[in-house]
C-alpha cells in the first residue's frame, strides 16, 4: 500500500499563491508520473498538471501561466505552486501519484486525501 499525506490549501485572495504539497510513502520501486488534480463545486475532476519521472510538465489551460507543478525524488513529493489565483480556481485538489510496487512492474494509481483552496473574489 502507498500512503499519499496532502499539506497546503487554505483560502487566499484573488491573485494570492498557495502552494501544495503531497509525499508518498509505502512499498515504492519507482514513481512515474504525478500529478494535480481537482474538483470545483458541480463539476467533474480536471487534470491541473502532470509531471513524468524526466520531468516532462503537462498543465491544463487555465494552469498553465499560473502554477508551476514539481517534484523532489529523495523525498518522494510532488509540489504544486499556484500564483494569481482566480476565483474560478476554487476546488478541492487531489494529487495523483503513479507509484510501481517492489513486486511488480505495471504502476498503480494512488490518491490523496484532497485539500480545499479557496480563493475569494
Known amino acids: 500500500q502507498v500512503q499519499l499525506v496532502q499539506r497546503g490549501g487554505g483560502s487566499v485572495q484573488f491573485g494570492g499563491s498557495v502552494k501544495l504539497s503531497c509525499a508518498a510513502s509505502?512499498?515504492?520501486?519507482?514513481?512515474?508520473?504525478m500529478g494535480w488534480y481537482r474538483e470545483a463545486p458541480g463539476k467533474q475532476r480536471e487534470m491541473v498538471a502532470t509531471i513524468t519521472s524526466s520531468l516532462i510538465t503537462t498543465y491544463s489551460d487555465s494552469a498553465k501561466d499560473r502554477f508551476t507543478i514539481s517534484r523532489d525524488n529523495t523525498k518522494n513529493t510532488v509540489y504544486l505552486q499556484m500564483d494569481n489565483l482566480k476565483p474560478e480556481d476554487t476546488a478541492v485538489y487531489y494529487c495523483k501519484v503513479d507509484s510501481i510496487p517492489p513486486w511488480g512492474i505495471t504502476p498503480r494509481d494512488y490518491w490523496g486525501q484532497g485539500t480545499q483552496v479557496n480563493v475569494a473574489s
Open positions: 509505502g512499498d515504492i520501486r519507482r514513481i512515474n508520473d
